[in-house]
């Protein structure tokens, strides 16, 4: 099986919070993690990409990897209104990309 | 900023039917993917291609469905004899290498009537 998990939410910050989403992943050759941010309607895109343990810093956003709890996050910094999206955990091994099910993020003004 | 252009934006089919959905993948890119979405649900997997052939495919890519690149530039996915139940968003995505991140192009939204 090569599922990702999320918590499906919704999960409410106010304007200016940071806003924690997380996400697991049972597929051990999973190689790469994406978040991708999918507002009502239209397509997916593509917010960072992980590889390696650690943190990966971006702007206001910051991915997370631990391969060993097979557990990646998303922090956003200074959230605003405009990131209200569904966020979109997802793993690759070879090819084969398997997203979760999203995390609906409300950032209230 | 490149795109992945799919066409149509909307198709209605009978049941029974055969649609094909058209994709123009990033010219540079090697890899291509088609991906459904069932109205509020999540993004399913169906194909990957590359070099010309299925690389990866989903449980739910069975004999309905079929993938080509008919051309240089376009990449379809041909679904035969619809069903209500393939009634979704179609979103087609590429990459330049392996394991990196896809572009999705803005999705053809299937309605099966």
């Known amino acids: 099986q090569k599922e990702v998990e999320q918590n499906s939410g919704p999960l409410s910050v106010p304007e200016g919070a940071i806003a924690s989403l997380n996400c697991t992943y049972s597929?051990?050759?999973?190689?790469?993690f994406f978040w991708y941010r999918q507002y009502s309607g239209k397509s997916p895109e593509l917010i960072m990409f992980?590889?390696?343990?650690g943190d990966k810093e971006d702007g206001r956003f910051t991915a997370q990897l631990n391969k060993a709890s097979q557990y990646v996050s998303l922090l956003i910094r200074d959230s605003q209104p405009s990131d209200s999206a569904t966020y979109l955990c997802a793993g690759v091994n070879n090819n084969d990309m398997r997203f979760g099910a999203g995390t609906r993020l409300t950032v209230k003004p | 900023e490149p795109e992945v252009t799919q066409t149509p934006s909307h198709q209605v089919t009978q049941m029974g039917q055969e649609v094909i959905l058209r994709c123009v993948p990033i010219s540079n890119h090697l890899y291509f993917y088609w991906y459904r979405q069932i109205l509020g649900q999540k993004v399913e997997f169906l194909v990957s291609?590359?070099?010309?052939?299925?690389?990866?495919k989903s449980e739910i890519f069975d004999d309905q469905f079929s993938v080509e690149r008919p051309d240089g530039s376009n990449f379809t996915l041909k679904i035969r004899s619809t069903k209500l139940e393939d009634s979704a968003m179609y979103f087609c995505?590429?990459?330049?290498?392996?394991?990196?991140?896809?572009?999705f192009g803005s999705g053809t939204r299937l309605t099966v009537v």
């Open positions: 291609f590359y070099n010309n052939e299925i690389s990866e």
């Open positions: 597929d051990r050759g999973s190689q790469s």
């Open positions: 995505a590429s990459s330049v290498e392996d394991n990196y991140g896809y572009t």
């Open positions: 992980i590889y390696s343990n």
